[in-house]
């Protein structure tokens, strides 16, 4: 029996925030720190009432037109930024692929035995992918390798459903169960 972990972690790339003198637009929608629109102005002005409170000038929505800035504390805002990010991450639950091998020649045991454990995984919360494989003339019995696979399926409905049905790749026949 074989199995494989995959991972399906994808993070975006991380955003850069400009501050103070690196806003580059001439004029910014202002927000001053209690929320209140304060409206359109120059970014000297702009800078200049942040400077008045002893806080930074924060661009918050660099594609409106024109960006929106907030006034605040810079370093307050970062680590409220990262500790979203952080209760993001661990808030996400990760599926994995697990995969599981046969061959057309499997016999009742062996196949009870390899839905025990894909029944084990669906109850983890994993998808599985049923993959099998045929050697040399066994590519002339493939018909036998939709009927087991589909026999897979059958007896697996209870738990799982199959998200993708039995597809033909090359020298495998393979099928994708998620967990209902």
């Known amino acids: ?18 501050i103070n003198n690196n806003i580059k637009a001439p004029e910014v ?25 002893n806080l930074d000038l924060v661009e918050v929505a660099p594609q409106a037109n024109p960006p929106v800035c907030r006034i605040m504390d810079y370093g307050k805002y970062k680590y409220q930024q990262s500790k ?12 994995q692929v697990k995969e599981v091998k046969v061959r057309p020649k499997i016999e009742e045991h062996d196949m009870n035995f390899k839905l025990k454990n894909i029944r084990r995984f669906l109850a983890d919360r994993d998808k599985v992918k049923v993959t099998m494989i045929f ?5 002339a ?7 087991i696979l589909k026999q897979m399926a059958e007896s697996l409905s209870d738990v799982g459903t199959v998200e ?15 967990p209902k």
């Open 1 to 18: 029996m074989s199995l494989r972990r995959r991972s399906t972690i994808q993070r975006p790339p991380p955003q850069r925030v400009r």
């Open 29 to 53: 929608r202002l927000i001053a720190e209690d929320g209140q629109q304060v409206g359109v102005m120059n970014i000297k002005d702009a800078l200049a009432h942040a400077a008045k409170s």
């Open 84 to 95: 979203k990010q952080q209760e993001a991450r661990r808030r996400q639950t990760t599926i």
């Open 135 to 139: 050697r040399g003339r066994e590519m």
């Open 141 to 147: 019995h493939q018909d036998r390798g939709y009927m």
């Open 164 to 178: 993708q049905e039995p597809r033909h790749e090359g020298r495998t026949l393979f099928m994708i169960v998620a």
